[in-house]
């Protein structure tokens, strides 16, 4: 990992307070002794009563804006060894959690007293499969889609219902993990689009309204308003925009309008202990997610920089013991050697205090602006050192955040010849699956999924021969024709896959 991040703690706070004295008592409302009122504005620091404004036209919204609002559905295979399913975690927000295993809760035998006994014998392996619902928006009259990555991913077929119940078999261009944006097209001209507004611009308090199909009720809407801008979650660079619009499964993917039916979000994640809707939502801003766009559309993945530290908040404690006058910015707790971090000469303690001018409120912060950075890309850190500001310039690097795609001749097709995203195992990965080398499945697409291998797999071996790289495995798939034999380490159990290449 490149940066440490802080897990926020959520809080809600209350809107209103309702006085039974006299006073003022509501927006724009008094109590009848006016003199009294009067007087108790004047003795007091609190701000004037703000005037009511007029709610947005949540109808025009939704009728200007449904056609071209989708349904989305994905699906893929989840592989089953020894009764367990440990497919891709969809379900985080689609609803998708079930145990279709001959041993789950909805097989004949899940009651039977000696399930158990059953239960321990090894199985073969075997493919289920899994549907996913999401929704999704057109960006482009041609058939040009924004949703959320993990909506498609892994996805062997994806199906988008328009509206007016058409539906098309859309084709994938890409996706990026990080941000969880994915773009998707269907083979259609002179579609309703959305209008594209400006992220940035959003304040806390603001209307927005968000269209989706949460449990597959297609063009609900539900409203709120915006709880809080640049929401950093752990492990992921998304400066989020936080809302109280009530997003369920299904919602993922769908459009977050303001209160000019602009889109400014995708509505992505909630926080929930349930799995439904617990008054926190979470959306990615537009301006990021159109920047990704323009990026799969162009190269067929996304580009984050890198630049090589691990940092962590500043606490009070921490400002004071360097001098610093408030808790703010990123604690520089190691630099990477040869990094551009360490080329630029950031050093251990150092506090990153802004990035191109821009404030780095938290360690969050410094991970969301560098990962939206072009690698190659020059930047200058103010940095507190010793008690002392300085400026320090440093070229950015790449930080190959997707892995090498292992496909034929179109490397932004995700259906290629083998369709798998792997990279090296890590010395920790390596001893804790007990391998002396291996290749760690990261995305299976195509034919890798079909036939069963999925994201958290390690291949150990090409038709007998150990990898130990991408590359290796790339030349060794481009002498075969046909079908490959791969050696795959399934949790504790390894199997030989034949692969039927595309």
């Known amino acids: 990992m490149e940066f440490k991040k802080t897990t926020l703690a959520l809080s809600a706070c209350g809107l209103f307070a309702c006085g039974a004295a006299a006073g003022w008592v509501g927006p724009g409302l008094f109590a009848s002794d006016s003199a009294l009122a009067a007087d108790a504005v004047s003795t007091s620091n609190a701000p004037a009563p703000i005037p009511l404004a007029s709610a947005p036209n949540y109808r025009a919204i939704v009728a200007q804006n449904r ?5 989305i559905t994905s699906k893929s295979m989840q592989r089953t060894m020894g009764g367990d399913e440990e497919g891709d975690d969809q379900g985080d927000s689609n609803g998708q959690q079930g145990d279709d295993s001959p041993f789950g809760p909805n097989s004949p035998f899940g009651n039977d007293p000696f399930f158990r006994f059953f239960r321990e014998l090894p199985m073969q392996p075997h493919n289920v499969p899994v549907e996913s619902l999401g929704s999704g928006f057109i960006i482009k009259s041609d ?11 892994n996805a062997t077929h994806v199906m988008v219902k328009l509206a007016d119940n058409r539906e098309y078999r859309a084709k994938v261009i890409g996706l990026d993990k990080s941000t969880d944006v ?8 002179n579609l309703p689009t959305v209008r594209l507004g ?10 927005v309204l968000a269209l989706g199909a949460p449990y597959g009720l297609a063009e609900t809407a539900s409203a709120g308003i915006v709880s809080a801008i640049g929401r950093e979650l752990e492990n992921q660079d998304v400066p989020f925009i936080q809302t109280d619009v009530a997003v369920n499964p299904g919602n993922s993917g769908g459009p977050l309008f303001d209160e000019h039916g602009n889109v400014v979000g ?14 926190v939502s979470f959306a990615i801003p537009i301006d990021l997610a159109v920047h990704d766009e323009q990026q799969i559309v162009k190269y067929g993945k996304v580009q984050h920089a890198r630049l090589g530290v691990e940092v962590q908040a500043v606490t009070q404690a921490l400002a004071r013991s360097f001098n610093l006058n408030a808790p703010q910015g990123a604690l520089v707790a190691q630099v990477e050697p040869n990094s551009p971090a360490a080329r630029a000469g950031l050093e251990t303690g150092d506090v990153i205090l802004r990035l191109n001018g821009k404030p780095v409120s938290d360690s969050g912060s410094l991970a969301a602006q560098v990962s939206e950075m072009q690698p190659g890309s020059s930047a200058t850190l103010d940095v507190w050192r010793a008690g002392k500001s ?7 690097g790449n930080a190959a955040s997707t892995p090498s795609e292992l496909q034929a001749n179109n490397t932004n097709n995700l259906h290629g010849k083998l369709g798998l995203a792997v990279r090296p195992l890590t010395p920790d990965e390596r001893q804790q699956a007990g391998v002396p080398e291996g290749l760690l499945v990261e995305r299976s697409t195509g034919p890798a999924a079909d036939a069963g291998i999925q994201p958290g797999d390690i291949v150990l071996s090409a038709d007998g021969t150990a990898l130990s790289s991408a590359e290796q495995l790339r030349k060794i798939v481009g002498t075969h024709k046909n079908t490959i034999a791969l050696l795959v380490q399934h949790g504790n159990q390894r199997i030989f896959v034949p692969v039927q290449l595309g």
């Open 67 to 71: 056609a071209a609002v989708v349904t």
């Open 143 to 153: 058939g040009v889609i924004l949703t959320n990555a993990h909506v498609v991913r």
């Open 182 to 189: 994915a773009v998707l097209k269907i083979d259609a001209q």
């Open 198 to 207: 400006n992220s940035n611009q959003l304040e806390v308090g603001d209307y």
């Open 266 to 279: 995708i509505n992505s994640q909630i926080y929930s202990n349930t799995g439904g809707f617990e008054g």
């Open 390 to 396: 300085l400026s320090l310039k440093v070229t950015l």
